[in-house]
Structures are given as C-alpha cells and as structure tokens.
C-alpha cells in the first residue's frame, strides 16, 4: 500500500496537486463543490489549519494519489471526515479504504469516539434523490437503493452507517446523507459510585 503521512502547507506541490484533485475527482458527480482551482486551494488550505487532520497518500517519487481531511467537533468528542478524495485513475484500488483507515487510527490517537460525513446525492444516484421525504425519512432511508455508484456503498465498507438524511439540502430533492461510525474503544464509566 501507499505510504500516508501528513500534508503541510509549507509542501506547495502537494497543496496545489491537492486543490487539483478535488476539481477532477468531482466534477462528474458533485460540480458545484469545488468548480475551479481558486475554490479547492481554499479547501485545502482550510483542510491544514491548525487542530485539523489532513493526511495524504503519496506515489513513488511523491505525487499525491488521495487525500483526507478531518475536522474536530463537539468539542473534540467526533471528526467530520471532510473530504476524501482519490484521483480518478487509481480509484478502486483501496487507496480511499486506506486513507479512511489511517484517519480513524489518527482519530483515536486523539481520543476521538466518532467519526461522521456527510454524502451529497445532487446528481441523482439514489433513491433518495428527486423523492419528497417529508414527512416520514426514516422508510426513505431504510429502503435506499444505490442507482448510479453513489459512495455511501463505498462508506458502509469502511463501516460507517446511515445516521440521518437531510432533505433537500442542496436544492429540492437532492439530501445530504449523513454517516457515522464509532473509532477506538468505548471508554469505561470512570464515576464512582457513591
């Protein structure tokens, strides 16, 4: 596998190789994320601000074949995986897996308990998009059905689970799909009984 290690700002190649990958690798399926160059270099320079997670799997020679941020939330009790990218000719060789891995042993490291994303379907590749959801989600979610190679198939391999759905968020019928897995081990109840 890869070697992964950590991206610096300071590695302007890899910063710029980054920002390169987020505009291919999304531009079928999710354009309005990161239309140009300008708005995926501030990706990943937000990606590298300080408390951030961002680690990148390299080539030999040092090219950038994918990367994976990690922003701390609730308080440092959960990462959002934000984002995972792979460039588009090496996907499907376990280099997403990887990357995803090594996040969540970087996670635990911090004593982070949970891991979650969000995965936009704005191009209509489950069964959720296009469909009113309201006022029931929940069968919605329960029933989904991967239509056009949609990555939250890709994410419940890894073992994330579907948490909840937002409908609608990028424009009617077209949800975020939020996932969510548990990292490292579940601290034991340290109150004393009294």
């Given at each position: 596998?890869?070697?992964?290690?950590?991206?610096h700002s300071d590695d302007q190649a890899g910063v710029a190789q980054a920002a390169a990958l987020l505009v291919d690798a999304f531009r079928e399926h999710a354009p309005a994320a990161w239309p140009d160059h300008a708005s995926a270099l501030d990706e990943v320079r937000e990606a590298l601000a300080p408390g951030r997670i961002c680690r990148a799997a390299r080539l030999p020679g040092g090219a950038i074949a994918g990367w994976v941020g990690g922003i701390p939330e609730y308080g440092g009790h959960v990462l959002e995986l934000h984002p995972l990218v792979v460039r588009p000719d090496l996907q499907g060789r376990g280099?997403?897996?990887?990357?995803?891995?090594?996040l969540e042993r970087q996670a635990a490291a911090r004593g982070i308990q949970t891991l979650f994303l969000g995965t936009d379907d704005e191009t209509?590749?489950?069964s959720l998009a296009g469909a009113d959801l309201y006022p029931d989600v929940w069968?919605?979610?329960?029933?989904?059905?991967?239509l056009r190679g949609h990555p939250y198939e890709f994410y419940r391999k890894c073992g994330f689970t579907i948490?909840?759905?937002l409908p609608d968020a990028n424009g009617r019928g077209r949800p975020d799909?939020?996932?969510a897995k548990r990292v490292g081990a579940y601290p034991e109840d340290t109150t004393e009984s009294k």
């Open positions: 596998m890869l070697p992964i290690d950590d991206l280099i997403g897996r990887a990357l995803v891995a090594d209509n590749r489950t069968p919605h979610i329960a029933a989904i059905r991967n948490v909840g759905v799909i939020f996932m």
